[in-house]
T-cell receptor, first 119, second 111 residues
């Protein structure tokens, strides 16, 4: 159990276009999902916290108008990179949190990642 | 969020036991310690999690001293396929497990 999928696994787009990445928890419900970005040879950088039914919370330095996050259901969060530019090329990873509340630890399960290349 | 510090890299040979230590001096009372493994171009994969003392599962052991300011991931008899980046995370349960990834430790297992 606890499988998280991402679609697409890779995408190549032209500069100026928008790209949507989906993150799904396949066998559990996740009120919280996280979006990360990872550049080559670097660690994962948290971009935002996606909360089902409410606005996402962005980390400092992440442009909320450029990286649109929607968490419309308990199993799906989407990240849309708007007006993508070559510097947005990166590996985007989501995680979904499975937990039962403050009395137990909320485990993060990670998706396989999406490789975005902007030409 | 508690900051973690790990060695940048480690080398080992097949069949050896590998111990990777993580420092988390400002760990909070409610924080758990979780270790992940990441291969290139893949998402992190859960290895083990603990709160205190020792935890063991089928792939690793986690040792946490009484003060919880550090933890050690122990991988018994590593193989070439264990070559990966290992991350230690300290999770704040009040933020749904929101954690900050440190730099991780790149483990290279040699034949």
């Amino acid at each position: 159990g606890a499988v998280v999928s991402q679609h697409p696994s890779w995408v190549i787009c032209k500069s100026g276009t928008s790209v949507k990445i989906e993150c799904r928890s396949l066998d559990f419900q996740a009120t919280t999902m996280f979006w990360y970005r990872q550049f080559p040879k670097q660690s994962l950088m948290l971009m935002a916290t996606s909360n089902e039914g409410s606005k996402a919370t962005y980390e400092q330095g992440v442009e909320k108008d450029k990286f649109l996050i929607n968490h419309a259901s308990l199993t799906l969060s989407t990240l849309t990179v708007t007006s993508a530019h070559p510097e947005d090329s990166s590996f985007y990873i989501c995680s979904a949190v499975r937990g039962t509340g403050p009395s137990s630890y909320n485990e993060q399960f990670f998706g396989p990642g999406t490789r975005l290349t902007v030409l | 969020l508690a900051k973690t510090t790990q060695p940048i890299s480690m080398d080992s040979y097949e069949g050896q036991e590998v111990n990777i230590t993580c420092s988390h001096n400002n760990i909070a009372t409610n924080d758990y310690i979780t270790w992940y493994q990441q291969f290139p171009s893949q998402g992190p994969r859960f290895i083990i999690q603990g709160y205190k003392t020792k935890v063991t599962n089928e792939v690793a052991s986690l040792f946490i001293p009484a003060d919880r300011k550090s933890s050690t991931l122990s991988l018994p008899r590593v193989s070439l396929s264990d070559t990966a980046v290992y991350y230690c995370l300290v999770g704040d349960n009040t933020n749904a497990g929101k954690s900050t990834f440190g730099d991780g430790t790149t483990l290279t297992v040699k034949p």
